[in-house]
């Protein structure tokens, strides 16, 4: 299996560690467009060799799209236009819609799988990729009825090789779904990450920061060339969860304003029942585990 992956970053750099390790993966391309992420990728062994974007593409049987998704716009449908025609094409990206519209008319869409793995940390680079990032994650795959069966299955045999559970949904429900799961909470941390900076003592603060306020906001570390673009892209669904965020929020306030710590205590053990559904006791997907990949639908 030739499998080029285009970004080598915290996700394309784990993926080509896995995949390799895996053997799913004989042959490992890279194609990055900075030269120091490539020439890193090649001194930790990421990959076999790093080709410009033409080279890089011809011939292979995988070609995984790894980048930031302002940048995708620009890469998929160079990479459709230039692969051959059995080569199968996926993608990583946290938004889905704009890009599966952008190629939806594409003579080459079947060979196209719009996915999107649940996983990844605020680190980014080369030198972020980890081992098993994606094992016991949800990977979920966008348009399925779009893409030509032998495609769809190579990625879901790659996800199944990753140790991923698949979801299956629209591009559009995607974007709705995350932005609630993924895009809200970086946007809370950035947020409170600048709250916190702009106190006038906020040296003592941090002084006093602990395990709490670090595990909270340390999605505010991510990378603004990888947020900003899918904050453009899903802004819609990202400002709705936003509303609702801050609907819960003006709920805290003002029961501490009016001391009404009755209706606080009510919301902390509302809050609370997010452990059994965090912990899979009521579950708003069925597994059918007879299906070789790990099936999700839509509990009706």
């Known amino acids: 299996m030739k499998v080029t992956i285009i970004g080598l970053g915290l996700i394309g750099g784990s993926l080509a560690k896995d995949l390799r390790s895996s053997k799913f993966a004989t042959e490992l391309t890279g194609v990055d467009s900075s030269e120091i992420h490539a020439s890193e990728a090649l001194e930790l062994g990421l990959v076999d060799r790093v080709e410009p974007f033409e080279k890089g593409i011809k011939n292979a049987d995988l070609v995984i799209i790894a980048i930031p998704v302002d940048k995708e716009l620009e890469v998929l449908p160079a990479v459709l236009d230039g692969i051959d025609r059995n080569t199968t094409v996926t993608d990583m990206g946290s938004t889905k819609k704009m890009i599966t519209d952008l190629v939806k008319n594409h003579p080459k ?3 196209f799988i719009p996915a999107h793995p649940m996983s ?6 080369p030198t972020a990729a980890i081992d098993d990032l994606f094992r016991g994650k949800i990977a979920i795959i966008c348009d399925h009825e779009d893409s030509g069966p032998q495609h769809l299955a190579l990625i879901e045999k790659m996800f ?9 949904m629209s591009s559009d429900d995607q974007d709705h779904s995350t932005a609630f799961v993924s895009h809200l909470p970086h946007a809370a941390a950035f947020a409170l990450a600048n709250a916190v900076q702009a106190k006038e003592d906020r040296n003592i603060i941090f002084d006093l920061a ?5 595990s909270t906001v340390r999605l505010a570390k991510s ?14 669904y990202v400002v709705n969860s936003l509303n609702v965020y801050i ?7 003002d029961c501490m304003k009016n ?3 009755d209706k606080l205590e009510e919301l902390i053990l509302n809050a609370n029942k997010i452990r059994t559904i965090l912990d899979g006791e009521n579950p708003h997907f069925i597994k059918n585990e007879e299906k070789i990949v790990k099936l999700y639908t839509k509990s009706k």
């Not at 199944?160 to 299956?168: E, F, K, R, T």
């Not at 602990?210 to 670090?214: A, E, I, K, Q």
Request: proline share 2%; hydrophobic share 30%.
């Open 109 to 111: 869409r079947k060979q």
């Open 120 to 125: 990844g940390t605020e680190n980014s680079g």
């Open 160 to 168: 199944q090789v990753l140790g991923m559970d698949i979801a299956y």
């Open 210 to 214: 602990s395990g709490g306020f670090r």
């Open 223 to 236: 990378s603004c060339s990888m947020w900003k673009p899918i904050f453009e892209q899903n802004n819609q």
């Open 247 to 253: 609907q819960h929020l003006q709920q805290f306030r």
């Open 259 to 261: 001391n009404e710590f």
